[in-house]
DNA sequence: AAGCCCATGTAACTGGTTACATGATTCT
DNA sequence: AGAATCATGTAACCAGTTACATGGGCTT
């Protein structure tokens, strides 16, 4: 059960309602680590207001809760993130996509592979772009925050799956098809 | 619904039974791309039995059934792996973890960095050696298959959460700890 | 005969997604 | 006045996990 970790990082970090919580799962967590919906968001935040790791500091104007983590809270935070890694189940569209390849014939094996290469070339190049904003729009001695994070995690894992299928079509052509 | 896609994959390749998929995922999808257990597999092989995507071909010895691809099967193998790629939320608990690294205090960030920095060398190092055992016991000129394709994604991956996690703390360690 | 691996299935539950629903505030 | 955005919630559904249940065949 992440989620409730991943609300009490971000909680921890800054203190914020429901919904900017659900920008925030969309803008930086979304692409790479996790991510989850406003009707996931608000059950949950009431949960964890019962057990007594959040609690409700603020009442903004229209109505909006915002939440803070109290010390209990911030204590289960530190726990898990010691705590050893459990395996979360991987679901990786595209990885799976490339270990199947081999189930197609040779010429559709390096049209797709080259069109995957592609994509993931160009997500890389948007990112490098990204960083640089957030490079040039933090003033020098300053750090760049989560985005910053996110981003360069994103650059070097769309660069791996790149050069990975490219490898991966290279393999296939030389050998034909594997046995197992 | 990548689940039978995955499976149609997999039969495509080889034919098999349940018992024997299941063993597939685990060993070769599990680690990056995608996983399921039996009590999930076998229902969908039914599923797709009934809408004409498999077949089974054969009646093992202890009443087992061997599934093949049907041509419907393999039409849409080939059709999902060419159409665009659905955006599968992710769900990666060590990449979550290290975002949220900077809830925590500085002291604890370094450990917490560097162990995580470790145990992902340390797998590294482990498919390194698996790689090298598959390439000696597969004659030269022979192709690899799949566990080959699978065990250099996971030394790349992670490598890269080896070298990511170092430059985080590197970020955070020069910059205090970031605003956004 | 006991224990292990092969082999298949169902049931209950939990986590996550999509859809439904409502209302206040701000911007044009 | 109308549209967009802020803000919160519930309900129905689907996918995935854990637990329960059973039996054949092979090895020691």
Redesign the pocket.
């Known amino acids: 059960?992440?989620?409730r970790h991943a609300l009490l990082g971000l909680l921890a970090d800054t203190q914020q309602?429901?919904?900017?919580l659900?920008k925030r799962f969309e803008q930086t967590l979304s692409g790479h680590a996790w991510?989850?919906?406003?009707?996931?968001i608000?059950?949950e935040?009431?949960r964890m207001t019962a057990e007594g790791l959040v609690e409700v500091v603020d009442e903004?104007?229209?109505?909006?809760?915002v939440y803070g983590v109290t010390d209990a809270g911030r204590a289960e935070l530190r726990r898990w993130m010691f705590s050893p890694l459990g395996e979360t189940?991987p679901?990786n569209e595209f990885v799976l996509r490339l270990f199947l390849l081999s189930s197609l014939d040779l010429p559709d094996v390096r049209v797709l592979a080259e069109r995957m290469a592609g994509t993931s070339d160009q997500r890389a190049i948007d990112l490098t772009h990204a960083i640089k904003e957030i490079e040039d729009s933090t003033p020098p001695g300053q750090p760049h925050g989560y985005a910053r994070f996110a981003a360069e995690f994103g650059r070097r894992y769309f660069e791996l799956q790149r050069d990975w299928a490219r490898w991966v079509v290279e393999q296939l052509e030389s050998g034909e098809r594997p046995s197992s």
Chains 1, 2 share one sequence.
Do not use: F
């Not at 309602?17 to 900017?20: E, L, P, R, T």
């Not at 903004?60 to 809760?65: D, I, L, T």
């Open positions: 059960m992440s989620l309602n429901g919904y900017d659900t991510n989850a919906g406003h009707s996931q608000y059950p935040l009431k903004g104007s229209r109505g909006s809760k189940p679901r």
